[in-house]
């Protein structure tokens, strides 16, 4: 399959988006590849573009000022998409960078091209609304957990949200999104291994 039958199938499931729908946008869809380490997005710029993963894992992060100490606030990872969403809807500078975590393939949409589309289309004003209600959910999500969860709790979470997780990403960035030190993460993973 290849990467624009993936973003298509995705759409279609997540908005409910026809193939003709989804062909009013294909001239707007680019491709893009990220070295690990490269940036999405920086801090205190504006992210223009919404990305769908076809490969790889991103992490936003915000450095702490006085420690210099970088704390993972949310990780995107295939068949997912990646954006600065509180930046792009607003179209203001972002609050933490989002960067590869491992070599990965995005294709994105200009924020431009996709007002274009919700002008358009119903169904892609639906997927614009379905998209908001989705990073409100993440938000809310990582919150509550933080709150509510214990941290094995948010450990099985994020397993089941990236289940191949840990075969790309060091556990110390693993640690950091989970709001935990590194022998912690390591008596969870011990622990739920014996059962």
């Not at 997540?14 to 490269?38: D, H, I, V």
């Not at 030190?181 to 011990?190: E, F, H, V």
Request: with cysteine; glycine share 6%.
């Amino acid at each position: 399959m290849t990467d624009i039958e993936k973003l298509q199938m995705a759409l279609q499931q997540f908005a409910g988006l026809t193939a003709e729908e989804f062909e009013l946008s294909a001239s707007y869809w680019k491709p893009k590849t990220y070295k690990k380490g490269e940036y999405y997005n920086r801090h205190r710029t504006i992210c223009k573009d919404l990305g769908f993963v076809t490969s790889g894992v991103f992490r936003s992060f915000t450095v702490d000022e006085a420690t210099g100490e970088e704390k993972n606030v949310f990780l995107y990872s295939a068949n997912g998409f990646v954006v600065s969403f509180k930046s792009f809807i607003n179209q203001a500078p972002c609050d933490y960078h989002t960067q590869a975590l491992t070599d990965a393939t995005v294709i994105f949409i200009n924020i431009l091209d996709l007002l274009t589309l919700y002008k358009q289309s119903h169904t892609w004003e639906k997927f614009g609304r379905l998209l908001a209600q989705e990073a409100f959910n993440i938000s809310m999500g990582r919150l509550e957990g933080f709150l509510f969860k214990s941290p094995e709790q948010r450990y099985l979470e994020l397993i089941a949200q990236h289940p191949d997780i840990f075969n790309h990403v060091p556990l110390y960035h693993i640690s950091s999104y989970l709001g935990i030190q590194g022998p912690s993460l390591s008596r969870i993973r011990k622990r739920l291994a014996r059962k």
